[in-house]
T-cell receptor, first 109, second 114 residues
């Protein structure tokens, strides 16, 4: 079966750095996405990786290793507004997105 | 309007009733999707449409139907609601023309079936 694994919850301190990991086993691979979802709101797009390596976008970076079935989202200079759930999703061979359950990130002052 | 809208925002429904969730996008995206989101589970695809006039089944299609009469609208119908369909429903769209084909989400409909 297809599977996306992420930690359920993480806690970090304002101003610090946090890394959210995602491992996947899917039938085929056509890209990996990270979305942010604040409580009670819709998911919003953060990043996309299709080739191995690091993609940097401001305070957020996303890394992909296709051979290891592994990605991480790195958030730097954490702000209170970064408190949200972070969703990892992989596009499979049928070109459909398979979603992880999300990682709830709690930021403490 | 800009983006994707969904209606209603929330609804409480008696089991056995018929319900249509509405979704409209103004981005001229080819592809549209319906997901449900339940606590502890990832988003699960119910139905999708790659272009107007075509639809396909996702991971959890049973009890739901969709239509795509035009580019902008993609309604989701529950023919006879059951309590297990209590969930938050998200509509999404993407341009469907290759590359990242990033999906953009509507604000969601919170549905409770009693």
């Amino acid at each position: 079966g297809q599977n996306i694994d992420q930690p359920t919850e993480m806690t970090a301190t304002e101003g610090a750095i946090v890394q959210i990991n995602c491992t996947y086993q899917t039938s085929g691979f056509n890209g990996l996405f990270w979305y942010q979802q604040h409580a009670g709101e819709a998911p919003t797009f953060l990043s996309y990786n299709v080739l191995d390596g690091l993609e940097e976008k401001g305070r957020f970076s996303s890394f992909l290793s296709r051979s290891k079935g592994y990605s991480y989202l790195l958030l730097k200079e954490l702000q209170m507004k970064d408190s949200a759930s972070y969703l990892c999703a992989v596009r499979d061979s049928n070109y459909q997105l398979i979603w992880g359950a999300g990682t709830k990130l709690i930021i403490k002052p | 309007i800009a983006g994707i809208t969904q209606a209603p925002t929330s609804q409480i429904l008696a089991a056995g009733r018929r319900m249509t969730l509405r979704c409209t996008q103004d981005m001229r995206h080819n592809a549209m999707y319906w997901y449900r989101q339940d606590l502890g589970l990832g988003l699960r695809l119910i139905h999708y449409s790659n272009t107007a006039g075509t639809t396909g089944k996702g991971e959890v299609p049973d009890g739901y139907s969709v239509s795509r009469a035009n580019t902008d609208d993609f309604p989701l119908t529950l023919a006879s609601a059951v309590p297990s369909q209590t969930s938050v429903y998200f509509c999404a769209s993407s341009d469907g023309t290759g590359g990242p084909d990033t999906q953009y989400f509507g604000p969601g409909t919170r549905l409770t079936v009693l």
